[in-house]
């Protein structure tokens, strides 16, 4: 009897552990497009063109090797538009020894297929995503009865554990982080290199049309699509990552330029987060071009820092911690989100260049999201629900397991410094020194109060003043309550009186 294997929309590759030992003769694969999971968070609509498209492409590319694999459109008359009522359509008029499926990436949809199990009289054998270079349950026990988990501590451990860019047992280049050197202002005598450019093919265009037509409410601009959408043309996307941008990644990865939303990132998170690229092969082939004398050792190692970092370990905090984990609210904040999150519509130019780039491109670099969309988020006071619920909307790369923890834990601190340390919140000062989006501002960077002053500046200090009690205790805040304490009292009411202003003015 065959075995039904079920192949999610993140789980692009013929690797993946549900495809183990597959019997091309008898066995069947099912991929679905669903109703429900595009719309129970409203995804941004290039988002959905990527993922449909990289879906079709990929059951295309099983077919033509030789696996019998039964697709299913989302537009199809008898999609019943969930994960497992298609499924349940499927074995109502087949048999099957059993079903297959790879552990889901959200907790979400682990559920239901668990609550699937209970309900039908087929068992479901649900197996370890071994994309990653850790096992959940290692992870557990690596944070079990630890006082703090931090990724540093995470991340040596793991170059320790898998050789990765070590001499011996000591890191090469005698450090193992390289960030201090990451973080210089562009130099506007480089040329940022052209991303990379697919044009949409036929199965493209198709989806595009679908999404067009069924989500015209959804946030976002299709056009232009220039994703890769099946394995060749990810692996071509890194390749050019590799040859064009790596260089000059590391010393650049922090800056912000307005006009030039790609920089020298890889931007190949999309593909590594749908299954089209693996992280292994994408650490290992930077590390070897490191020791072949072919990349800077600070740009490979913060390349592969974010992959078996930071990527490896906001994971194991979101298994770790859920489902509990989506109520973090450290600050009890509870501000809605403003309107200007999802127009740009603002006179700072920072908020209006991300996310209007954002719009366009379902895509902002790390720092774009932490340092100006997180940071004005943190400082505001905003619904920690609302923002990760505006995270997971606009960007291509966004699911549940890495997005959370990212933004409750590194962007707003709302688990209470589980994933940081402190805060990351700063004054405008910290985007004047690492973009240039302050020379076309309305607003001020060099201005401290008043209606001309940059918003970042009194909204942090105000930030401080509100959260004193839970925050004056973190070693890493001391200086700066200290120089909070030595500011006069007129200059304290100045802050509140000008946070007052501008929070009630975007409210409004």
């Known amino acids: ?8 929309g993140d789980q692009l590759t013929d690797s993946i552990s549900s495809l183990n030992n597959c019997d091309k003769s008898e066995d069947i694969i099912l991929i679905s497009e669903v109703i429900e999971e595009a719309t129970f968070i409203p995804h941004h609509k290039k988002k959905l063109v990527f993922i449909f498209s990289a ?4 059951a295309l590319d099983l077919k033509n090797d030789g696996f019998n694999v039964i ?14 009522g298609e499924i349940s359509r499927l074995i109502k008029n087949q048999s099957f020894e059993k079903i297959v499926i790879t552990s889901p990436s959200e907790f979400r949809v682990l559920k239901e297929i668990e609550s699937l199990g209970k309900k039908i009289n087929i068992s479901i054998e649900i197996l370890n995503d071994d994309r ?11 944070a079990f009865n630890r006082k703090q988990l931090r990724m540093e501590n995470f991340y040596r451990d793991q170059r320790r554990k898998h050789s990765i860019l070590m001499n011996g047992i000591d890191p090469v280049g005698g450090q193992w982080n390289f960030d201090s050197d ?14 990379f450019t697919n044009f949409p093919d036929q199965i493209t265009q198709e989806v595009i049309e679908m999404v067009t037509t069924c989500f015209p409410e959804h946030f976002g601009e299709i056009e232009p699509f220039i994703f890769a959408v099946n394995r060749h043309q990810a692996l071509q996307a890194f390749k050019l990552f590799l040859e064009e941008r790596l260089l000059y990644f590391g010393d650049f990865q922090d800056s912000m330029v307005q006009g030039e939303p790609w920089m020298f990132h890889s931007h190949i998170s999309f593909y590594l987060n749908c299954g089209l690229l693996l992280p292994k092969e994408c650490v290992y082939e930077v590390e070897k071009l490191f020791f072949d004398g072919k990349a800077p050792l600070n740009s490979v190692e913060g390349f592969i820092r974010q992959i078996l970092g930071w990527r490896e370990f906001l994971r194991g905090i979101y298994w770790l911690k859920m489902p509990e984990y989506l109520e973090n609210n450290f600050f009890e904040a509870s501000r809605n989100l403003p309107q200007m999150y999802w127009t740009g519509d603002t006179k700072m130019n920072c908020l209006s260049q991300c996310v209007t780039e954002t719009k366009k491109n379902a895509y902002a670099h790390h720092i774009q999201r932490l340092m100006v969309l997180g940071n004005f988020a943190l400082i505001s006071g905003i619904d920690p629900k609302q923002v990760n619920h505006w995270f997971y909307v606009v960007y291509a790369d ?29 004054t405008g000062s910290y985007i004047n020194k690492m973009s240039n989006y302050c020379e076309n501002c309305d607003f001020k960077v060099s201005i401290k109060n008043g209606p001309e002053a940059c ?19 973190n070693f890493r805040m001391s200086m700066m309550y200290k120089t909070y304490d030595r500011m006069d009292d007129s200059k304290k009411q100045k802050i509140r009186d000008d946070t007052k202003t501008f929070l009630n003015s975007i409210d409004n």
């Open 398 to 426: 966004a699911y549940e397991w890495v997005e959370l923890p990212n933004v409750s834990g590194m962007i707003l601190f709302a688990d209470g410094g589980l994933v940081s340390s402190k805060p990351y919140a700063s």
């Open 455 to 473: 918003p970042f500046n009194y909204l942090y200090w105000d930030f401080l003043d509100r959260n004193r009690l839970k925050l004056s205790s």
């Open 55 to 58: 879906m079709r492409h990929f």
């Open 1 to 8: 009897m065959s075995i039904l294997r079920v192949i999610l």
């Open 132 to 142: 990653y270079f850790v096992e959940i349950e290692d992870f557990k026990q690596w």
């Open 182 to 195: 990451n973080r210089k202002p562009f130099n506007s005598d480089l040329k940022i290199p052209t991303p």
């Open 71 to 84: 697709y299913n459109k989302l537009n199809d008359p008898d999609n019943s538009g969930s994960l497992t």
